[in-house]
Nanobody, 125 residues
Framework: QVQLVESGGGLVQPGGSLRLSCAAS????????IGWFRQAPGKEREGVSC????????YYADSVKGRFTISRDNAKNTVWLQMDSLKPEDSAVYYC??????????????????WGQGTQVTVSS
């Protein structure tokens, strides 16, 4: 069974850091580009960052550029999102997903892609 499982979310103060993990089971993560997305209440889902299958290309939304870092270890079937200098506006449910490709403007996915269940990130004092 193809499954993606996110972990690492939680409550953190502004300026703090969290590291999210996306672990794959039932398939080889190394065949896929992976994206991190987030959705806050009342807002549309936003593509935060994505990484090519071979780790050669990455994309970051302008809102997180310079603060978030995406990485992967295909041998461990895991992708991470290191989030530093967190702001209250980063609060959302974060999801990882397989994607079709990286584009200059974002992470491209379709109905065939697989999603995790999400992990809550709350940035608050």
């Amino acid at each position: 069974q193809v499954q993606l499982v996110e972990s690492g979310g939680g409550l953190v103060q502004p300026g703090g850091s969290l590291r999210l993990s996306c672990a794959a089971s039932g398939f080889t993560l190394g065949y896929y580009a992976i994206g991190w997305f987030r959705q806050a209440p009342g807002k549309e889902r936003e593509g935060v960052s994505c990484i090519s299958h071979n780790d050669e290309n990455t994309y970051y939304a302008d809102s997180v550029k310079g603060r978030f870092t995406i990485s992967r270890d295909n041998a461990k079937n895991t992708v991470w999102l290191q989030m530093d200098s967190l702001k209250p506006e980063d609060s959302a449910v974060y999801y990882c997903a397989t994607i079709q490709k990286l584009a200059g403007w974002g992470c491209v996915y379709n109905e065939n892609d697989s999603w995790g269940q999400g992990t809550q990130v709350t940035v608050s004092s």
